[in-house]
């Protein structure tokens, strides 16, 4: 059994910050490839961010140099840190991890539940 939690999503209002974190636990063996999604009411969802086991990075054009995706392997942990934020940024950010439970597995897609992340004065 796998799971990812989200935490630090909140009301912030516009121009403010917010660091979203997102912990993998369970069997793992290693993870790969790990991001940031989301999705605001009536859109598909997108990625925000992605960033692979040695840090190299890819952002939507929307956040790039707002946002910034980090990773802590050791703790199985990625991050978002969110800076400059606007009320179009407002949606469930939900994490996202490429997982090897074994030795022996190809790496499988995990999705966490979802933090709410709400921009408004």
């Known amino acids: 059994q796998v799971q990812l939690v989200e935490s630090g999503g909140d009301l912030v209002q516009p121009g403010g910050s917010l660091r979203l974190s997102c912990t993998a636990s369970?069997?793992?063996?290693?993870?790969?490839?790990m991001g940031w999604y989301r999705q605001a009411p009536g859109n598909q969802r997108e990625l925000v961010a992605s960033?692979?086991?040695?840090?190299?990075?890819n952002y939507a054009g929307s956040v790039k140099g707002r946002f910034t995706i980090s990773r802590d392997n050791a703790k199985n942990t990625v991050y978002l840190q969110m800076n400059s934020l606007k009320p179009e940024d407002t949606a469930v950010y939900y994490c996202?991890?490429?997982?090897?439970?074994?030795?022996?597995?190809?790496?499988?897609?995990?999705w966490g539940q979802g933090t709410l992340v709400t921009v408004s004065s």
């Open positions: 996202n991890a490429y997982i090897r439970r074994t030795n022996r597995d190809y790496p499988s897609e995990f």
């Open positions: 960033i692979t086991r040695t840090s190299n990075t």
């Open positions: 369970g069997s793992i063996f290693s993870i790969s490839t």
